[in-house]
């Protein structure tokens, strides 16, 4: 499994904006100056981030993005899942994925399926908090 750049930046972005959390709006611009993103990634990223309910975003001249919770009610997986689809380590494991016509007979499904179970636990026990320390 490879969290892409997009997974990677986005978890950055979720952390400036904790960082940055004093109840204002924070500028897209200044994320990208802080976190060195380009503006052109940024405007990738956030509206997701929004359609995921993850943040708050307000157009137009004075406008900005903020989180909508605290950090510590922000789980590193809910992130990853938004912006990677899903974390499953095998497309059999993915998300809606056709069933296997294999799987009766495949020796290998067991340790698959703890695999998947082992790093999405592993992302459940993270938090944007435990990342601004």
């Known amino acids: 499994m490879m969290i892409s750049t997009r997974g990677r ?16 709006l924070v500028a897209m611009r200044e994320v990208a ?3 060195n993103i380009s503006l052109k990634y940024l405007e990738k990223i956030l509206p997701a981030l929004v359609k995921g309910n993850l943040i ?4 137009g001249k004075g406008g ?3 989180l ?3 950090p510590q ?3 590193v997986s809910e992130i990853l899942r938004l912006t990677e689809g899903n974390l499953a380590p095998v497309a059999c494991l993915d998300c ?3 069933p296997c016509q294999r799987s009766a ?16 636990a592993f992302f459940d026990g993270y938090t944007i908090a435990d990342l601004m320390k």
């Open 9 to 24: 930046y986005a978890l950055r972005v979720m952390i400036d904006l904790a960082e940055h959390n004093d109840g204002s």
């Open 33 to 35: 100056e802080r976190q």
């Open 56 to 59: 708050e975003g307000v157009s």
């Open 64 to 66: 900005g993005y903020r």
């Open 68 to 70: 909508n919770r605290t």
């Open 73 to 75: 009610a922000y789980r």
């Open 96 to 98: 809606g994925a056709a």
């Open 105 to 120: 007979e495949c020796r290998t499904l067991p340790m698959w399926v703890e695999l998947n179970k082992t790093v999405n």
